[in-house]
């Protein structure tokens, strides 16, 4: 029998989560919030398996939704790649469309306005 792997100290986890950057902590959830879009927009490797456009909707709109927020709390640096991946998923989720979106009406372009191609 193996001994089980003790759970991780709360004070450890906590000391851990304070050494990591504000700048550090948006943009890996952005980063995860574009990968996620991308797999359910179909994107992926065996995409049609992943594809659900209700899910990328959400993915995409609550990533325009930290751009807007935190955007100006990460740099231009920081935030030029995640604005341009969300510019790219806003158009891919509008090619993807059976019945695309108005302009201005798609996902997260309530934050970032009209996406044209």
Same mark, same amino acid.
Request: aromatic fraction near 6%; proline fraction near 6%.
């Given at each position: 029998m193996? *001994?089980?792997?003790? +759970?991780?100290?709360?004070? $450890?986890?906590? @000391?851990d989560?304070?050494?990591?950057? &504000?700048?550090?902590?948006i943009?890996t959830v952005?980063?995860?919030?574009?990968s996620a879009a991308?797999?359910?927009?179909?994107?992926? *490797?065996?995409g049609? +398996?992943?594809k659900?456009? $209700?899910?990328? @909707?959400?993915?995409?709109?609550?990533l &325009?939704g930290?751009?807007d927020a935190?955007g100006?709390?990460?740099?231009?640096?920081h935030?030029?790649?995640?604005?341009d991946?969300l510019k790219?998923l806003?158009l891919?989720f509008r090619?993807?469309s059976?019945?695309?979106d108005?302009?201005?009406?798609?996902?997260?372009?309530?934050?970032?306005?009209?996406v044209?191609?």
């Amino acid at each position: 029998m193996s *001994e089980a792997t003790p +759970a991780a100290d709360y004070d $450890d986890v906590t @000391r851990d989560i304070a050494e990591v950057p &504000a700048i550090e902590v948006i943009t890996t959830v952005g980063v995860h919030l574009m990968s996620a879009a991308a797999v359910k927009l179909g994107l992926a *490797e065996d995409g049609d +398996a992943h594809k659900d456009l $209700d899910e990328a @909707r959400k993915l995409i709109q609550a990533l &325009a939704g930290l751009l807007d927020a935190g955007g100006t709390e990460i740099s231009s640096f920081h935030a030029a790649p995640l604005r341009d991946g969300l510019k790219s998923l806003q158009l891919a989720f509008r090619e993807a469309s059976v019945f695309p979106d108005e302009p201005g009406q798609g996902p997260g372009e309530k934050y970032t306005g009209p996406v044209f191609g």
